[in-house]
């Protein structure tokens, strides 16, 4: 009887989950001028489980019949449509493995496991010829050996520097808190949180992902008042920038000017009023404001009002698309707002970076 061979496959391979976490933060001025600093913290885990690089293992045993059938070699090979790889085989212990590209093997979509019928295939010599077997399997009679990083813990600093008494946690996938925070000063301070993703039985070389947000704040840059602009050492500028400040802003600014010299400066801004309608009072601060945002970083700078974030650029050209049906209270708050800003009394706005 011919001696034959029988190639008997198994499969093996591990598989994790991956992680993702992300913080953001909000926030509000509030009523005491300080602000309301709102963060979030979510995690998420991959959809489907991925296989680990290296561990999918196709390997078996080379069955002999006659046992005592003496190989003189052994080629084994692993197939799956156009997909074949070469495996290590043994002629002593009569075995083989088969390390596969699991990018290269047909894969469920839905579960992340390698899916479909595949071919184990072997010939063999000996010293009356050669013989061969191949058997098919499938991928779907075989499951995962370990499924790795299945759960994960959000652990949130909230506090700068770390303070562990003020550490936050959680199971759960997210995470939230307020906190209220009351910079001062004549520099810029920022905060910086950091969210921390703890994932429970890490494959080798998976890292603990993290995400940081950085909320930076900077006091009003200074600014100049009515009475700066209306003295001998603003009145100069502010005739020599007038006629373009009313060809930019051509309605907030109709009918001031044109100014002469520097007394009629001083005169525009001491006489400005709030009796009647206001509207004197509000074209003063309005040409202040102008005139300090001449300096781009003014007018850049982020300030609040009515809960949201202005450039005072951006301001400046609301206040004059909207100056055409002014009423006396219009004038009043935009003139107090103007006010507030050339005296670096207003709140600025925060800046966000994550």
């Not at 591990?14 to 926030?27: F, P, R, Y």
Request: proline content about 6%; some cysteine.
């Amino acid at each position: 009887m011919e001696p034959s061979i029988e190639v008997d496959p198994d499969v093996a391979y591990d598989m994790t989950w991956d992680w993702n976490i992300d913080k953001s933060a909000g926030w509000e001025v509030d009523s005491m001028g300080g602000y309301d600093v709102s963060y979030e913290i979510e995690s998420t885990r991959s959809s489907v489980p991925r296989i680990l690089p290296g561990t999918l293992t196709v390997m078996g045993n080379i069955l002999v019949d006659p046992p005592s059938t003496v190989l003189t070699s052994l080629s084994v090979s692993f197939s799956q449509g156009s997909y074949t790889q070469a495996c290590a085989s043994s002629t002593t212990l009569l075995t083989y493995s088969c390390v596969l590209d699991s990018t290269k093997v047909q894969i469920d979509s839905a579960t992340g496991r390698p899916t479909g019928a595949a071919a184990v295939s072997a010939v063999a010599g000996y010293a009356g010829g050669t013989m061969s077997d191949s058997t098919g399997f499938d991928f779907d009679d075989f499951g995962p050996a370990h499924v790795y990083a299945s759960t994960a813990s959000i652990f949130d600093d909230n506090a700068t520097p770390t303070d562990e008494s003020d550490d936050r946690s959680t199971e759960s996938d997210y995470l939230s808190y307020d906190i209220d925070w009351y910079p001062a000063g004549d520099v810029c301070v920022e905060r910086t949180n950091t969210a921390l993703l703890v994932i429970d039985d890490k494959p080798t070389g998976m890292v603990d992902p993290s995400d940081s947000v950085t909320i930076r704040w900077c006091p009003p840059l200074p600014g100049r008042t009515i009475g700066y602009w209306g003295n001998k050492m603003g009145a100069p500028d502010v005739i020599e920038n007038l006629t373009s400040l009313k060809t930019e802003y051509p309605a907030a600014l109709a009918g001031v000017g044109p100014f002469a010299g520097e007394p009629q400066v001083r005169g525009f801004f001491r006489d400005a009023k709030c009796s009647g309608d206001c509207k004197s009072m509000f074209q003063a601060q309005f040409l202040a404001a102008a005139m300090n945002a001449i300096d781009d970083d003014f007018a850049e700078q982020g300030v609040m009002l009515m809960g949201e974030c202005w450039p005072v650029a951006d301001l400046l050209d609301e206040a004059n698309d909207g100056v055409t049906t002014a009423t006396k209270a219009w004038y009043t708050a935009w003139k107090s707002l103007f006010d507030a800003i050339n005296n670096s009394r207003q709140s600025t706005c925060l800046t966000v970076s994550d």
